[in-house]
């Protein structure tokens, strides 16, 4: 079993749509990464966060510590949010390393 | 400010060759991390670099070696090629090396071995 679970693996919504993208992990961890790829390209980082909630835009993060368990929405979604979204976590017993543990990712399409 | 640069972009090899990745961090960023991403999987960890020392190390083989440079920048190595080390290779910089520093991405590096 991943550490690190993201669901669903595949998501396609219609422009317009609200979106939600659930991370749940296994272990205990100092930080959480939500991160954005498009086809072939980079990572890019959305949000990190250990407590709470945060927004950026259209985009809105949250993390229950407690449960384990973040979420990443996305509010009246656009073709151009078609991409992977990948969730990583530092782990808290990491200590002198920051190295991350990665879910396996998203795959988001919006259709026009 | 720059972010954090890879090259080569694209690299073809042949099974049994060597290749070196390079990555620069961002300016000021004393940490650097190496990932490698199979086609359909998240990235895995395979070195993590601070001050120059190695602080991690994941589970890849001895062909796998890393160095970091007084400037921070790093290269990524690895010896006798495998068909199964196609991937892109990440590189990613924080200006702290412990847990929860947060780390921002290169573009990778696409390598293809055939």
């Known amino acids: 079993k991943n550490e690190v679970e993201q669901s669903p693996q595949n998501l396609t919504a219609q422009e317009g749509e609200f979106i939600t993208i659930n991370c749940s992990y296994s272990v205990g961890i100092s930080a959480l990464h939500w991160l954005q790829q498009h086809p072939g390209g980079g990572i890019v980082s959305l949000f990190m966060?250990?407590?709470g909630k945060k927004k950026h835009g259209r985009l809105i993060a949250t993390i229950n510590i407690q449960e384990k368990h973040s979420s990443l929405h996305i509010t009246a979604s656009h073709p151009r949010d078609s991409a992977v979204y990948i969730c990583?976590?530092?782990?808290?017993?990491?200590?002198?390393?920051?190295?991350?543990?990665f879910g396996t990712g998203t795959l988001l399409a919006v259709q026009p | 400010d720059a972010g954090v640069t890879q090259s080569p972009t694209h690299l073809i090899k042949t099974r049994g060759q060597h290749v070196t990745l390079r990555c620069s961090p961002i300016?000021?960023?004393?940490?650097v991390s190496w990932y490698q991403q199979v086609l359909g999987q998240g990235p895995q960890f395979i070195f993590q670099?601070?001050?120059?020392?190695?602080?991690g190390r994941g589970n890849f083989p001895d062909r796998f070696s890393a160095r970091q440079f007084p400037n921070y920048s790093s290269e990524l190595n690895v010896n006798a090629l495998l068909l199964g080390d196609s991937a892109l290779y990440l590189c990613?910089?924080?200006?702290?090396?412990?847990?929860?520093?947060?780390?921002?991405f290169g573009p990778g590096t696409r390598l293809t071995v055939l």
């Open positions: 300016s000021g960023h004393k940490s």
């Open positions: 990583a976590v530092y782990l808290r017993s990491g200590g002198a390393t920051n190295k991350l543990i």
């Open positions: 990613a910089s924080s200006w702290g090396g412990t847990s929860g520093a947060e780390q921002f």
């Open positions: 966060l250990s407590s």
């Open positions: 670099y601070y001050e120059k020392e190695e602080r």
